[in-house]
Nanobody, 127 residues
Framework: QVQLVESGGELVQAGGSLRLSCAAS????????MGWFRQAPGKEREFVAT????????YYADSVKGRFTISRDNAKNTVYLQMNSLKPEDTAVYYC????????????????????WGQGTQVTVSS
């Protein structure tokens, strides 16, 4: 199993940037594709981005494409989400998740595909 802890969420003005981090415990980090999801008040949890085990492939939701960048540092057991040009509609609790896979693809966008989840970190974008 892998334990995940998100950090970096805070209040930021529209147009600003934030960098979220997700630290994983254990020695099996590189066995998992990783994803970021978010959940706004009154809405379902939605896919944001995913990255393959090696970091060589990424995939983004249309709503964040061109603004957000997912990356990982396997030596540090950490996944990042760089968020630029933030909009009020980006306000949500952001969760990182681990997807136990056997290849090196980044194509899972459904929450049920992910095995382990962090506790979430709040991102609030003001107008």
């Amino acid at each position: 199993q892998v334990q995940l802890v998100e950090s970096g969420g805070e209040l930021v003005q529209a147009g600003g940037s934030l960098r979220l981090s997700c630290a994983a415990s254990g020695r099996t980090f590189s066995r998992y594709a990783m994803g970021w999801f978010r959940q706004a008040p009154g809405k379902e949890r939605e896919f944001v981005a995913t990255i393959s085990r090696s970091g060589g492939s990424t995939y983004y939701a249309d709503s964040v494409k061109g603004r957000f960048t997912i990356s990982r540092d396997n030596a540090k057991n950490t996944v990042y989400l760089q968020m630029n040009s933030l909009k009020p509609e980006d306000t949500a609790v952001y969760y990182c998740a681990a997807d136990r896979v056997y290849g090196d693809s980044a194509d899972h966008t459904a929450a049920y595909d992910y095995n382990y989840w962090g506790q979430g970190t709040q991102v609030t974008v003001s107008s």
